[in-house]
């Protein structure tokens, strides 16, 4: 029954997450003409094309669904059912509440649209990512690059995104291009701080504890430990140090539990900048 209310809850997140995106594309996105990067912004970039050289006005949804086909299978076989149907969740109901629900008027000073518009976006990626989801596009190629390959996509996305803002300020406007970048760049940095699953902690850890603390650190986040023997240097004493590698968003979790082993543990925390070799990743 937890499990049922836990992922009830789940799908509620995602769909609070595409109508936020939503609202936000027909609030702050179609107010300033700005042109978020991905999917969506092919999408955008092809409406304003018909729209302007046509006079012909698409839906937002059919085309997004139809340019998230393909990666979305591609995930489907590759990462998995769950995080597959909840991403086209997402893209379903964002691309429907974005041709129906109307947007709100609050300010239409391009440069606060960009940065408000930006956080906004990266606020409702974050809400899928957190669910084990995403809100599909380059999303899709992204997750599926970092679970499988083990490669960043992020340089390939960003070329990706480069050309296509070129494209959109040479039939639009130089101007709009340049604040589409604020959007993008206040969108990237609200992920970076909120998801941490990508990013690495090295923990260097003292304690006499040092068994408890080793099978710990395997049943709470399936990484295991290397224990090195040393000794004090003020006391002359033999010390066990436990090094292990986690994912930035145990590392909270992991250090209060070490703590709650042994309250007088060293413990030391590192950002991990590179990592090569296996890593264990819990499946999303």
């Keep these: 029954m937890n499990k049922i209310i836990k992922e009830s809850l789940n799908v509620l997140l995602v769909v609070i997450a595409a109508i936020l995106m939503a609202v936000n594309i027909n609030t702050f996105v179609y107010t300033a003409g700005l042109l978020p990067g991905g999917f969506t ?19 937002y949804s059919l085309f997004l669904w139809i340019l998230n086909l393909w990666p979305a299978l591609i995930c489907l076989k ?9 991403s086209i969740l997402m893209i379903v109901v964002s691309g429907l509440a974005t041709d ?25 990626i974050c809400l899928c990512l957190f669910v084990g989801a995403t809100s599909g596009g380059t999303d899709f190629i992204s997750i ?39 959007f993008q760049f206040a969108t990237t940095q609200v992920i970076n701080s909120l998801y941490k699953r990508y990013q690495k902690t090295t923990l260097f850890i003292i304690s006499p504890h040092w068994e408890e603390i080793t099978k710990m650190i395997k049943q709470s986040t399936n990484h295991n ?5 040393g000794k004090g240097s003020y006391q002359g004493a033999e010390r066990k140090m436990i090094y292990t590698i986690v994912g930035k968003d145990q590392e909270a979790k992991l250090v209060h539990e070490i703590m709650k082993i042994d309250p007088k543990a060293f413990v030391n925390v590192l950002e991990t900048k590179a990592l090569l070799g296996n890593f264990n990743m819990q499946k999303l």
């Design 225 to 229: 430990a290397t224990i090195f023997t």
């Design 144 to 182: 599926y690059l970092s679970e499988k390959k083990g490669i960043s996509a992020w340089n390939y996305i960003f070329a990706g995104n480069c050309i296509l803002l070129a494209i959109f300020g040479f039939l639009f406007g130089w101007t709009k291009a340049l604040y589409s970048i604020i």
């Design 100 to 124: 129906f629900i109307p947007g709100f008027f609050v300010t239409d000073d391009i440069l606060l649209c960009a940065i408000f518009g930006g956080i906004i976006n990266g606020i409702s």
């Design 41 to 59: 912004g092919i999408v955008l970039l092809i409406q304003n094309i018909f729209l302007k050289y046509f006079n012909i006005k698409i839906p």
């Design 78 to 86: 590759n990462i998995g059912k769950r995080f597959t149907i909840l």
